[in-house]
């Protein structure tokens, strides 16, 4: 947490809040700003500026909140965001939704209408201040989010912000809400009345019961085949070393099935891939903070399969019907059960060399399926995205990330470790990619973040503000655009509903084309990005080339628009 110099003192609810978010580490505040922020703004201006977090302009308030979950995902530092009341609150909304999935911490606020018509500073001086009041502002993210409260005071400020953050930063992690009416930002301090800048702990860690835990590890250490399903880490990487250990020492293998955030290297011995399909063969299964470990209609377990879910919500509340089934379901950090759960394993010798020859012949099988796929997709035209996943884990050197929205296959990558790729959380609200990777970017100035993302996706993500930030900031991601003309998620799921049917038959299936395309690079060209369109395979990596050297040579941003074939599996 910052320290804040004990001679900067608040004089309104607004400083107060500022001061209070740098109190409990808020580094920046990515801002939308309105006719509500005039006491923030003044606050801003008036407070040192090492005492406050440091405010970004961000042009579109999806890409606000998407930015402060790609900084999380690559720091662990939760971070905040500032729109303007109601009509600000829903362009967000989206993104809270997506930071609720994927269970990121974040502070998000909004201005509310003044509440008062005459008689107070902040009271009401526009029209539109009369025509954005609503009944229950807050019930737009309710939902979503873990807390929420309007301040009504400007000494509540400093406590409201540390409460809020505290619980965002809790097990299970998530957003919060804030909602600011002008008069309390704007009022001043009563003497009797000081600010509290104090920030409050977060909650420790949740461990699990002694004689569980034995149990546990006595399925585990007796299955021929125990598998551990886990489709998201965390950004310290505690998750990735745990499960790593537990293979090495016992021959369990993992399985990251619907990947959020990757949690093996391509290469480590306990890593089988990416398909669903293996729920099936096991005979064990540990389901680890995975809130959709498989499908149940397609890849359920066999009968008399031992599951067990672990997590800091293993249940996954949040969600109204998830049927999976369970013997056991643990509450606790992930991480530390991995390992307790290791040390307690007996398993004799003979069947480790067993399970690790096993992982091994798969693995093998794996890694040949895998360049014949991309011999395949390089081959065709136009190229497949298998290829064009193969040619952007190739640039990826040992710190570089990504950031994927329905633009990769990552059983065509080789990803040197956890915490390389993140793709878009399940909630699946557009346009997430490329304003997260700016988050990233922002986060770890001087290494390689890349956003690759559909053509739809691309639109989703409002991309004049994307590159205008990318511009403005200084943030040179590199841009990839899978282009095959279509909401191809939208094609397949009707091909799967309907196979044979008039739509699957049709020359173009309705609402699914998007044809005429605008000149995606010239967009980007538009905020002096480097941009280019490549349409045949053996150009692309060459193109990568040009595109990389404009990055790290030249600090600006680049876009390829690369043209790939429609796809049933991906």
Same mark, same amino acid.
């Not at 990552?410 to 997260?436: D, I, T, V």
């Given at each position: 947490?910052?320290?804040?110099?004990?001679?900067?003192?608040?004089?309104?609810?607004?400083?107060?809040?500022?001061?209070?978010?740098?109190?409990?580490?808020?580094?920046?505040?990515?801002?939308?700003?309105?006719?509500?922020?005039?006491?923030?703004?003044?606050?801003?201006?008036?407070?040192?500026?090492?005492?406050?977090?440091?405010?970004?302009?961000?042009?579109?308030?999806?890409?606000?909140?998407?930015?402060?979950?790609?900084?999380?995902?690559?720091?662990?530092?939760?971070?905040?965001?500032?729109?303007?009341?109601?009509?600000?609150?829903?362009?967000?909304?989206?993104?809270?939704?997506?930071?609720?999935?994927?269970?990121?911490?974040?502070?998000?606020?909004?201005?509310?209408?003044?509440?008062?018509?005459?008689?107070?500073?902040?009271?009401?001086?526009?029209?539109?201040?009369?025509?954005?009041?609503?009944?229950?502002?807050?019930?737009?993210?309710?939902?979503?989010?873990?807390?929420?409260?309007?301040?009504?005071?400007?000494?509540?400020?400093?406590?409201?912000?540390?409460?809020?953050?505290?619980?965002?930063?809790?097990?299970?992690?998530?957003?919060?809400?804030?909602?600011?009416?002008?008069?309390?930002?704007?009022?001043?301090?009563?003497?009797?009345?000081?600010?509290?800048?104090?920030?409050?702990?977060?909650?420790?860690?949740?461990?699990?019961?002694?004689?569980?835990?034995?149990?546990?590890?006595?399925?585990?250490?007796?299955?021929?085949?125990?598998?551990?399903?886990?489709?998201?880490?965390?950004?310290?990487?505690?998750?990735?070393?745990?499960?790593?250990?537990?293979?090495?020492?016992?021959?369990?293998?993992?399985?990251?099935?619907?990947?959020?955030?990757?949690?093996?290297?391509?290469?480590?011995?306990?890593?089988?891939?990416?398909?669903?399909?293996?729920?099936?063969?096991?005979?064990?299964?540990?389901?680890?903070?995975?809130?959709?470990?498989?499908?149940?209609?397609?890849?359920?377990?066999?009968?008399?399969?031992?599951?067990?879910?672990?997590?800091?919500?293993?249940?996954?509340?949040?969600?109204?019907?998830?049927?999976?089934?369970?013997?056991?379901?643990?509450?606790?950090?992930?991480?530390?059960?991995?390992?307790?759960?290791?040390?307690?394993?007996?398993?004799?010798?003979?069947?480790?060399?067993?399970?690790?020859?096993?992982?091994?012949?798969?693995?093998?099988?794996?890694?040949?399926?895998?360049?014949?796929?991309?011999?395949?997709?390089?081959?065709?035209?136009?190229?497949?995205?298998?290829?064009?996943?193969?040619?952007?884990?190739?640039?990826?050197?040992?710190?570089?990330?990504?950031?994927?929205?329905?633009?990769?296959?990552?059983?065509?990558?080789?990803?040197?470790?956890?915490?390389?790729?993140?793709?878009?959380?399940?909630?699946?609200?557009?346009?997430?990619? $490329? !304003? /997260? *990777? #700016?988050?990233?970017?922002?986060?770890?100035?001087?290494?390689?973040?890349? @956003? %690759?993302?559909? +053509?739809?996706?691309?639109?989703?993500?409002?991309?004049?503000?994307?590159?205008?930030?990318?511009?403005?900031?200084?943030?040179?991601?590199?841009?990839?655009?899978?282009?095959?003309?279509?909401?191809?998620?939208?094609?397949?799921?009707?091909?799967?509903?309907?196979?044979?049917?008039?739509?699957?038959?049709?020359?173009?299936?309705?609402?699914?084309?998007?044809?005429?395309?605008?000149?995606?690079?010239?967009?980007?060209?538009?905020?002096?990005?480097?941009?280019?369109?490549?349409?045949?395979?053996?150009? $692309? !990596? /060459? *193109? #990568?080339?040009?595109?990389?050297?404009?990055?790290?040579?030249?600090?600006? @941003? %680049?876009?390829? +628009?690369?043209?790939?074939?429609?796809?049933?599996?991906?």
């Amino acid at each position: 947490m910052a320290e804040i110099d004990p001679g900067t003192e608040a004089s309104t609810g607004a400083e107060t809040l500022l001061l209070a978010l740098k109190a409990s580490g808020i580094d920046y505040l990515f801002a939308n700003a309105g006719t509500d922020f005039p006491p923030i703004i003044e606050a801003l201006a008036r407070l040192p500026a090492d005492a406050v977090p440091q405010p970004v302009t961000v042009p579109h308030e999806t890409a606000a909140v998407a930015m402060a979950h790609g900084y999380y995902l690559v720091s662990g530092r939760c971070q905040s965001v500032m729109v303007h009341v109601n009509v600000g609150l829903a362009n967000a909304v989206m993104g809270v939704i997506n930071a609720a999935s994927d269970n990121v911490p974040m502070l998000v606020m909004s201005g509310r209408t003044p509440l008062t018509e005459t008689g107070r500073d902040g009271r009401r001086a526009t029209p539109i201040q009369y025509g954005q009041e609503m009944f229950d502002q807050a019930a737009m993210v309710r939902e979503s989010v873990k807390f929420e409260y309007e301040m009504r005071y400007p000494e509540q400020a400093g406590a409201m912000v540390s409460r809020a953050l505290s619980l965002a930063r809790s097990a299970p992690c998530g957003p919060v809400y804030l909602s600011l009416p002008r008069e309390p930002l704007g009022e001043a301090l009563r003497p009797e009345a000081p600010a509290d800048l104090s920030p409050r702990p977060v909650a420790s860690a949740a461990m699990p019961d002694p004689e569980v835990l034995a149990r546990i590890a006595d399925i585990l250490s007796r299955a021929r085949f125990p598998l551990v399903i886990c489709q998201r880490g965390d950004p310290q990487g505690r998750i990735s070393r745990a499960l790593s250990d537990l293979g090495a020492r016992h021959g369990v293998g993992v399985v990251e099935p619907f990947v959020v955030r990757n949690v093996l290297a391509h290469d480590d011995p306990a890593h089988l891939g990416y398909t669903p399909t293996l729920a099936a063969e096991a005979d064990a299964i540990l389901v680890l903070d995975s809130g959709v470990p498989w499908i149940e209609a397609f890849h359920a377990p066999a009968a008399g399969t031992e599951v067990i879910h672990i997590g800091p919500d293993p249940a996954f509340q949040r969600m109204p019907m998830r049927g999976y089934r369970a013997t056991q379901v643990v509450n606790a950090d992930p991480a530390a059960t991995i390992e307790q759960l290791s040390a307690l394993m007996q398993t004799p010798d003979e069947r480790v060399a067993a399970r690790h020859a096993s992982i091994a012949n798969r693995a093998s099988r794996r890694r040949n399926a895998r360049l014949a796929a991309i011999d395949k997709s390089r081959a065709s035209t136009p190229m497949g995205a298998e290829w064009l996943s193969h040619c952007l884990s190739d640039i990826m050197d040992e710190d570089a990330v990504i950031f994927s929205e329905l633009g990769l296959v990552p059983e065509a990558m080789q990803l040197k470790g956890p915490n390389r790729l993140f793709s878009n959380p399940h909630s699946g609200g557009l346009g997430w990619a $490329l !304003p /997260a *990777a #700016l988050g990233a970017q922002m986060a770890r100035p001087g290494k390689l973040t890349i @956003a %690759a993302m559909g +053509d739809g996706s691309y639109i989703f993500a409002n991309p004049v503000a994307c590159h205008q930030i990318a511009e403005a900031l200084s943030l040179p991601v590199l841009v990839v655009i899978k282009n095959n003309a279509s909401w191809n998620a939208v094609r397949r799921s009707v091909v799967r509903a309907y196979p044979g049917g008039a739509a699957a038959k049709a020359n173009v299936m309705p609402l699914t084309s998007l044809a005429p395309q605008p000149d995606f690079a010239a967009i980007a060209r538009a905020s002096r990005a480097h941009g280019e369109t490549v349409t045949r395979p053996e150009d $692309l !990596p /060459a *193109a #990568l080339e040009r595109a990389l050297r404009v990055v790290r040579g030249e600090g600006r @941003a %680049a876009l390829l +628009d690369v043209r790939v074939s429609l796809s049933d599996s991906h």
